[in-house]
T-cell receptor
Framework: ETGVTQSPTHLIKTRGQQVTLRCSSQ?????VSWYQQALGQGPQFIFQ???????GRGNFPPRFSGLQFPNYSSELNVNALELDDSALYLC??????????????FGPGTRLTVL | DQQVKQNSPSLSVQEGRISILNCDYT??????FLWYKKYPAEGPTFLIS?????DKNEDGRFTVFLNKSAKHLSLHIVPSQPGDSAVYFC??????????????FGKGTLLTVNP
């Protein structure tokens, strides 16, 4: 069973640029959630995708957008990067079928630094 | 407004003793609670969860207790082992259709287990 994978591991961008982060969900999972973890904070929910549709969104501006593909992998896109976007971006996959698989399983994250 | 609070940034215990990590929440809509542990350079790993209809859930060395009236939960680790040293996050969810939707995390507690 393959776990959640994310790419790239690290990324450095400058203010105003755009970035795309990628996530492959765990085998059998059809739901992907994205979180932002700033330094010293817990992860904050950005949005969730279920069967290629956005299934809910946290308190993030529209310049944070996402996609989910038919194979359930997902992208997080951030436009017009700001210094405060520097954080660890975590992807979590789950499957709403009940039981332990209902839990969200996280990838290792992408560390984004905005200069 | 922090809806999930972990008031102890760090905790240090001796190997073999009990570790108790605490978490408080303010949103009465939360009906499912989870604990994740995180090692450096890795994503959070699901540890144990509890539904609001229960007051205790046990899995090996890990037990979570929920006090709904006090809006408080705790994670007990007995006996503590050096490999348990990590950041522990408390998370809460208001489930939709039986599935975890947005997870709201605390800021985490760094547990250090000394040999």
């Amino acid at each position: 069973e393959t776990g959640v994978t994310q790419s790239p591991t690290h990324l450095i961008k400058t203010r105003g640029q755009q970035v795309t982060l990628r996530c492959s969900s765990q085998s059998g999972h059809n739901t992907v959630s994205w979180y932002q973890q700033a330094l010293g904070q817990g992860p904050q929910f950005i949005f969730q995708y279920y069967r290629e549709e956005e299934n809910g969104r946290g308190n993030f501006p529209p310049r944070f957008s996402g996609l989910q593909f038919p194979n359930y992998s997902s992208e997080l896109n951030v436009n017009a990067l700001e210094l405060d976007d520097s954080a660890l971006y975590l992807c979590a996959s789950s499957s709403p079928t009940g039981g332990i698989e209902n839990e969200q399983f996280f990838g290792p994250g992408t560390r984004l630094t905005v200069l | 407004d922090q809806q999930v609070k972990q008031n102890s940034p760090s905790l240090s215990v001796q190997e073999g003793r009990i570790s108790i990590l605490n978490c408080d929440y303010t949103n009465s809509m939360f009906d499912y609670f989870l604990w994740y542990k995180k090692y450096p350079a890795e994503g959070p790993t699901f540890l144990i969860s509890i539904s609001s209809i229960k007051d205790k859930n046990e899995d090996g060395r890990f037990t979570v207790f929920l006090n709904k009236s006090a809006k408080h939960l705790s994670l007990h680790i007995v006996p503590s082992q050096p490999g348990d040293s990590a950041v522990y996050f408390c998370a809460a969810s208001a489930r939709r259709g039986g599935s975890n939707y947005k997870l709201t995390f605390g800021k985490g507690t760094l547990l250090t287990v000394n040999p």
